[in-house]
């Protein structure tokens, strides 16, 4: 993290505030993500809680505990939403950053008794605000990765990724295991939240290869329609895409218990890549 940057973070979080890196990298017209991210999502999903974000902050701190001791700072939470991953990440002299890109979602994570340090950054995961080679590990929890129109601009965050790194560092993904959930994908739902109605349609588009979501919250003149769109990626064409990067895929499990990958079971699929410590392209 330049000096500027980390002086101007760190005079915010005194102020129980966050650094608000300019956000210039956005092309896309009214993108879902934009507005989807707030009351309603954090509504919507109240089972996202400390105790699971604990469990699979531990995974993440013992496995990466050696690349992350190669940074000035030792963990990014990129996509940290309410800060519930970064602050169990949190203990390590160095300390966590979270970056988020939802204003909402920051001023949950600054309400919490805790905040990780140095803090938080709201930015653009396309433009990174830090120095290369400034962390030892980075952090992407529960499918934060896919949301952009443009593929290339997936690319784009491994490559920002891949810079901030330290030599040596770890880069951990969490993402859904596409062939489990296209394959038993629900196509409607509903159920009520805080006494409102609410319907979830969903369907994969096998031309975008996207798995989208309709979210009608309400009704009448309070009714209010959300979107989710994320690429599915499987494992070998996630895996192309971190060596583009310069990064090198070294394992990847199917849960946070250290389960390995398995195709027709696994809930999730996260990969643990590597930065490779003397400039070498991996293959």
Known sequence: MGRGLRENHLRGARNRCFYDARVT??????PWYASWFGEEYLALYPERDDREAVLQAIFARELLAPNAARG???FLDLACGTGRHAVALDGYEGGVVGLDLSATLLFEALRRPRRPRPGYVRADMRQLPFQGATFGAVVNFFTSFGYFDDPEDDVLV?????RILAPGGAFLSDVFNTERVVG???SREEKTVAGEKVCISRRYDPVTRNVEKEIEMGSGAGRR????????????ELRALHRAAGLSVVAQYGEFDGSPFDPRRSP??????????HGR???
């Open 184 to 186: 038993s994908l629900a």
């Open 25 to 30: 990298r956005n092309a896309e017209r009214d």
């Open 158 to 162: 491994l490559r920002e990724v891949a």
């Open 225 to 236: 329609v959300f979107r989710e769109r994320v690429r599915a990626y499987r494992e070998e």
């Open 281 to 283: 392209r991996p293959r």
């Open 72 to 74: 000035r700072v030792k």
């Open 268 to 277: 999730r699929l996260i990969l643990f890549a590597e930065k490779p410590l």
